[in-house]
């Protein structure tokens, strides 16, 4: 046999591995250690990622019986590495959520276990034998064997963790060959059931480290702060090194790289005025040290995280976590992140006001905690653990199936082995202020187990586990070292019921706000309930970035995207894996706005006309606004801006205020706004200059807005009105306009012998669903809201004096079902060619919460742009326009809609009280309501948005897409999280919509 069978035994989880230590990068000297950037330019490192000659089988059974030198033989393609195969034009990468991607037969794993060859050859030179060599693997999914010069030299497994091999004794001068065979399945298989592509291979660097024989294998950074905080003590606790081996050198820098302290033989070392490290102030202090003949480098910050009376404090403050859940994905190279990509990701999330990263649902590679103290953000690092799929079992039912692994003693060694993998290389990163012991896997004996362990390796951070909740009340559970309450998608009013009221623990949502498709709604709501209690630690919305497979490249070169199905598995989840703030390729979602308005650093607080002044209040914990951002300020009447004054904002404290005079007269019987626009003055770590920071309004009168007046001359011609029985067949001089009775709207209007629409209009309660409509469609769908018929009742008509008044009566009524909406519109047409609508629109009170209630236009295509006084620059919804506010705004038709990998509805702006949608030469309608309405303009019908499954094969309709709505159901974040809070619903007995239109 090629290889004994560890992958399906879970009492053998590594063999040959050498014990874990802390991560670090031995360097040659103390230049190396101190001036180089990447720690490939340390002379000890040798890096081994590359091209590597490969051979893929699709079953294990295919090389079991086959020598290792007949497989390298065999081996003709080769494989970039870090890479997963299915990334690389072998295999599939099938998307499952929940369900194992195999069955489920613990510790077996399917016959057919796909397996992938790695070989590839590292020369060593004879002055270099004075080294031990140490080969590490920072991930491979998900087991793996490894040879070195045809001798078997160990097993490992555990997917997102490092493994290290000693590969000394088997080395030879010259050429060294290394051969890692990869298989799919394991029995690790089991505990990394993670809602994400399942893609295999050696998906993260690979490299030597050259140590002396006699060296420094494992130490821990202490670090202690007075109750002050103005003084460190900084410690080294050397856990295992030679004996013959101590510090013979060492140089501490501040973080302005000032040389603070040097020495030869290492001592506590206490640094006075210390800076302290946060999220705002990633201030790191550089710590170089010989042991031997290394050198070692660790850059430190000093920061204090803990509770006190349940309320997460850092440094002595409480503070708040503003966090996002982060996979490593990217739709070319899936779970393979490089460090630019990484940087990419901390800079959009700095940009939108992130503070938090869980690590969802492993640990990450090394460089990405360094990125992370560097850049500033508090990481909650998991641990590689999840055993969902024991809720799809047959038979018993969700929960019932939920603790099996995590209660089984089986599965101790297993869940502490990953918990080790996870906590003992990460130990002396700064950034991370706690240790979670993995995603949805229940809870039980193994659980408590882990928490224990993870308390004996790190009892300097808490701890944190959302499947506690899951623990079967009918077992006595231990908490003890569970350090906080935690859940997932809970809705607000259940959050505060269960969690905050009487909190018993801290308590942190490690899942909120799923950002699938149109969403999330509702983010205010959490915000504000954050806000409140103290003992809320804050939240991760799930999640950072969509993930999704690449299907093809547009004329543009841009890539279009996939989703579960389109790799054509059997068993898969569909689009669920499409839940990112950020779309796969980083474009920022209009989610990621709204989580940016609310977290915005600065808030307008007050206004005081009498006086002209503003408040402005820093949101931030620790950082002084100092000299950062400037601002202009806007004041705004009537929707109209009418002044602006740009400032610098002035250095506020955190948690402060300032009063800034601004040299605005007001005008108190006006609509008055003021818009406040806040950027980045100065570069910042990771930020340009420029980049924006806030847009916010402040509503200082609220007063009837007036309309812009627009020619109504009268023509003066006599009314002709031909009354068909399937229509109204209406002119006035040059002015005509044909009354649909099938559709209850006008079917066409033609002005100075100028036709306005292309399609009759037509009433509508449909949207196309969103993500987060997914579990109301049904109930829509069945009651028949889309595509009723319109049935037509009456229509009368009357000359009123100038004017010609239309009273139509009319149903929507789907077939087989009883009516949905009651439509009793009057229709008013002047002699100019205007059409002025009053619909009164009664619900049927026996049905859900409607999507929309509103008309449908279909107009000339070459109408591609909008201008309108409403909310915007961003879409507007209920529950979803923090990130827009009042004003007057123009943008192309092509840029309203928000193309997402699944079309759906989006881009809809409620507030609306003037749209004007023109051509290039200026022609156009103009539709206004003092009322409100909400308009969605688009080239893609209703039926193409809702039966369409991929963005890259909508076809635009013949016609632009008008929309104009008395209002839309919230957009929430149903498609994990809580219903759609009835707040949001349209559920009300009548409705009325108000508009004009006239032509341009
Ligand atoms: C949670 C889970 C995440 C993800 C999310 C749905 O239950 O922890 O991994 O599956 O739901 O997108
Ligand atoms: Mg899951």
């Not at 003084?231 to 101590?246: E, G, K, N, Q, S």
């Not at 779309?583 to 307008?604: N, T, Y």
């Not at 006008?746 to 669903?769: C, I």
């Amino acid at each position: 046999m090629l290889i004994e069978n560890f992958y399906e035994n879970v009492d053998v989880l590594h063999v040959n591995m050498m014990p874990r230590r802390n991560y670090y990068i031995p360097f040659e000297s103390a230049e190396a250690a101190l001036g180089s950037k990447r720690r490939s330019e340390s002379a000890r490192f040798v890096d081994l990622n590359g091209q590597w000659g490969f051979l893929y089988y699709s079953s294990i059974l295919d090389v079991l019986d086959k020598s290792l030198e007949a497989l390298v033989n065999a081996q003709t393609e080769s494989i970039s590495v870090p890479s997963t195969w299915q990334h690389s034009g072998y295999d599939q990468a099938n998307y499952t959520n929940v369900r194992y991607a195999i069955p489920f037969d613990p510790p077996f794993v399917p016959n057919d276990n796909p397996v992938g060859l790695y070989t590839r050859s590292f020369s060593v030179e004879e002055s270099e034998l004075e080294f031990d060599f140490h080969l590490n693997f920072e991930g491979v999914d998900s087991a793996f064997y490894v040879w070195v010069n045809g001798q078997w030299l160990g097993y490992s497994q555990v997917s997102h963790s490092i493994s290290e091999f000693d590969v000394t004794p088997y080395l030879q001068v010259g050429n060294n060959q290394l051969a890692v065979l990869v298989l799919k399945w394991s029995d690790g298989t089991y505990f990394e059931d993670q809602d994400k592509l399942r893609t295999s291979g050696i998906f993260r660097d690979v490299y030597l480290l050259k140590r002396p024989r006699e060296h420094l294998v494992h130490y821990l950074v202490q670090q202690e702060l007075s109750d002050d905080f103005s003084t460190a003590r900084l410690d080294l606790d050397f856990l295992v090194m030679d004996p013959d081996l101590v510090v013979s050198a060492y140089q501490l820098y501040g973080p302005d790289g000032q040389l603070l302290q040097e020495g030869e033989s290492w001592q506590e070392v206490t640094i006075e005025q210390v800076h302290l490290w946060t999220a705002e102030t990633p201030e790191l202090y550089t710590l170089i040290f010989q042991v031997g003949q290394e050198w070692f480098r660790e850059r430190i910050g000093f920061r204090h995280f803990e509770f006190i009376d349940n309320v997460f404090h850092l440094n002595g403050r409480p503070i708040k976590l503003y966090g996002v859940n982060q996979h490593d994905s990217r739709p070319r190279t899936g779970a393979t992140v490089s460090v630019a990509e990484q940087i990419e990701d901390l800079r959009l999330m700095k940009e939108h006001h992130i503070n938090a990263i869980r690590t969802a649902h492993y640990p990450k590679s090394p460089e990405f905690y360094e990125l992370c103290d560097q850049y500033g953000f508090y990481v909650m690092s998991e641990a590689d653990v999840e055993e969902h799929g024991v809720v799809e079992l047959y038979g018993r039912g969700w929960n019932a199936n939920y603790n099996q692994l995590a209660d089984d003693p089986r599965y101790i060694e297993v869940i502490k082995d990953r918990v080790a993998a996870s906590i003992i290389p990460n130990q002396n990163f700064t950034s991370i202020f706690m240790w979670s012991m993995g995603n949805e896997s229940g809870f039980g004996i193994t659980f408590e187990e882990a928490l224990k362990y993870a308390y004996e390796l790190d009892p300097s951070r808490p701890r944190h586990y959302e499947a506690f909740h899951y623990a079967d009340p009918d077992r006595v559970n231990d908490t003890t070292y569970l350090s906080c309450y935690s859940r997932m998608y809970p809705s607000v009013e259940e959050t505060e019921e269960l969690y905050l009221k009487q909190p018993e623990k801290p308590f942190v949502l490690c899942e909120y706000a799923h950002a699938m498709g149109n969403g999330p709604g509702d983010l205010r709501a959490y915000h504000e309930l954050m806000e409140r209690y103290p003992t809320f630690m804050g939240g991760f919305v799930w999640e950072w970035c969509d993930h999704a497979i690449v299907l093809g490249t547009d004329e543009h070169g841009h890539d279009y995207f996939g989703y579960g199905g389109d790799e054509g598995s059997r068993f898969h989840d569909g689009n669920f894996c499409v839940d990112g703030l950020v779309s796969p390729d980083r474009v920022p979602h209009r989610g990621l706005k709204e989580f940016q308005a609310i977290h915005r650093p600065i808030v307008l607080k007050a206004v005081d006309t009498e006086k002209a002044c503003i408040t402005l209040q820093n949101q931030l914990f620790f950082a002084s606004t100092d000299s950062r951002f400037r601002a202009t300020l806007q004041h705004q009447e009537n929707g109209v801006i009418v002044e602006e004054y740009k400032f610098t904002v002035p250095a506020i404290p955190a948690k402060g205020e300032a009063v800034l005079e601004v040299p605005f007269v007001f005008h108190p019987d006006v609509l008055t706004h003021l818009n406040l626009h806040v950027e980045w003055a100065e570069e910042q770590l990771l930020i340009q200059a420029g980049t924006a920071v806030s847009s916010e309004q402040y509503l200082v009168y609220d007063q009837p807005l007036i309309l812009p007046e627009s020619e109504n001359v009268s023509l003066g011609q006599s009314w002709l009105v031909e009354d068909y029985a399937d229509r109204l067949q209406i002119s006035n001089g040059e002015n005509q306009w044909t009354f649909d009775k099938r559709t209850g709207g006008f079917s066409s209007w033609l002005v100075n012998g100028q036709s306005a629409l292309e399609t009759p209009m037509e009433w509508t309660v449909w949207r196309a669903p969103t993500d987060n409509d997914r579990n109301v469609k049904p109930a829509w769908q069945d009651v028949g809201f889309y595509q009723p018929t319109t049935k037509f009742y009456s229509c009368e008509w009357e000359i009123v004096g100038e004017d010609l008044v239309l009273e139509t009566h009319l149903g929507l009524v789907p077939i087989y079902r009883e009516k949905i909406l009651d439509i009793k519109a009057r229709w008013t047409l002047t002699s100019a060619g205007r059409i002025s609508l009053t619909a009164d629109l009664t619900r049927n009170q026996l049905h859900p919460f409607l999507p929309r209630i509103g008309l449908q236009l279909g107009l000339k295509k070459e109408l591609d742009r909008v201008e309108y006084l409403g909310n915007g620059p961003w879409e507007a919804y209920q529950d979803k326009h923090e990130a827009s506010y009042f004003g007057r705004f123009a943008a192309r038709v092509v840029d309203l809609y928000e193309h997402h990998i699944r079309p759906q509805e989006s881009g809809s702006h409620r507030g609306t009280h003037e749209l004007i949608v023109h051509g290039q030469a200026g022609q156009g309608i103009c539709i206004q309501s003092q009322a409100g309405f909400s308009f969605n303009a688009s080239y893609y019908s209703l039926e193409t948005l809702t039966e369409v499954s991929h963005d890259h094969e909508l076809t635009e309709a013949d016609h632009l897409v008008l929309l104009l709505d008395v209002e839309q159901a919230g957009i929430g974040s149903n498609s994990c999280g809580p219903a759609l809070s009835t707040d949001y619903h349209l559920l009300d007995e009548t409705y009325r919509l108000e508009l004009t239109m006239h032509l341009l």
